[in-house]
């Protein structure tokens, strides 16, 4: 059985290669069984406006592993697209979202709240990806503009003629969509026009250091100004400090989230926040 996949040779025998091996196989197994335990768990991120207030949402996937304690999403994301196991996950993510922004639709100060839901790209590639966003739209009862998706440039790679059709059949029902971690990915800018989006968002690579690299700074200003011109909203990712809120402020930004607003926290903590209850720091 190969062990690994290495150019080099010697990796074959790399016991640290060996125990990584073990761990992605037995993560993946693990998940399995979390998916179908409804282990997992989401979690929610504030996303503001210029004046601070919580206008949403975004959905973030968690998992507690019984021995392993907390696994990142960094970590088991890609080991569920790889594995497949991200089509279970993401249609229990969507329709977990989906239940959650039905309640707080019924809320007299949460009604306005979006709730964005991270797709892959082996979600969005299923062929009957429209009608099972549609069905758990129905399900909830919810209203679709309060619900955006969120896509990378990765799933772009392949058929965007096709994605850009599903994406249109649900923007015409009133869903939303995002790109994510804009500016990471490989496709060309072409692809803005095609794609029915509303938001770009600038990943927190820019933000991190843009105080301090003006290759940050000039990236973020050129992001915020593609969506100016094409008329789409841009938050900015990983915001932590009020400078790199202000200079993103500066440049034109329209929303934002980091953990200046607060990290994602489950359902409750979130509408403590958004509330605007003084939440106890997690
Ligand atoms: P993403 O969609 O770009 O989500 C933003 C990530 O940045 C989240 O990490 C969030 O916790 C983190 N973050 C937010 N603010 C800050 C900040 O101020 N500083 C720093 N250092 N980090 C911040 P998380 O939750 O670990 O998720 C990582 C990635 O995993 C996500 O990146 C997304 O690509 C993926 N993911 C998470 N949940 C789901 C899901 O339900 N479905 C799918 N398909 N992917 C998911
Ligand atoms: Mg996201
Ligand atoms: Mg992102
Ligand atoms: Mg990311």
Not at 181 to 186: C, Q, S
Request: glycine share 8%.
């Amino acid at each position: 059985q190969a062990k690994g996949n290495g150019r080099n040779g010697l990796r074959f025998f790399d016991p640290a290669m060996d125990a990584e091996v073990a761990r992605r196989a037995a993560l993946e197994h693990d998940l399995r069984s979390a998916i179908e335990h409804h282990q997992l768990e989401l979690h929610y991120q504030a996303q503001v406006n210029g004046r601070g207030d919580t206008v949403g949402a975004e959905a973030l996937v968690r998992w507690s592993h019984p021995a392993r304690g907390r696994v990142s999403p960094a970590e088991f994301i890609p080991i569920a697209e790889e594995s497949g196991l991200i089509l279970p996950l993401g249609a229990w993510v969507l329709d977990e979202a989906c239940r959650q922004l039905a309640t707080w639709a019924a809320h007299p100060q949460l009604q306005r709240i979006t709730v964005a839901v991270n797709i892959s790209a082996r979600q969005i590639q299923q062929e009957d990806f429209v009608q099972q966003v549609r069905t758990v739209v129905r399900r909830h009862g919810i209203e679709p503009r309060r619900l955006k998706l969120e896509l990378t440039e990765s799933v772009l790679i392949s058929d965007i003629q096709g994605i850009a059709d599903k994406m249109v059949a649900l923007q015409l029902d009133g869903i939303r969509f995002a790109l994510d971690d804009f500016g990471t990915g490989f496709s060309s800018l072409s692809y803005l026009k095609r794609l029915p989006l509303d938001q770009l968002k600038i990943d927190s690579s820019f933000v991190r250091d843009i105080l301090i690299d003006p290759s940050d700074k000039a990236i973020a200003r050129m992001v915020i100004s593609l969506g100016h011109s094409l008329e789409l909203e841009v938050i900015a990712e990983g915001v932590e400090t009020e400078a790199q809120s202000s200079m993103l402020a500066s440049l034109g930004c329209h929303r934002y989230q980091g953990y200046l607003y607060g990290k994602a926290c489950a359902a409750p903590a979130f509408e403590a926040l958004a509330l605007g209850a003084a939440a106890a720091p997690a």
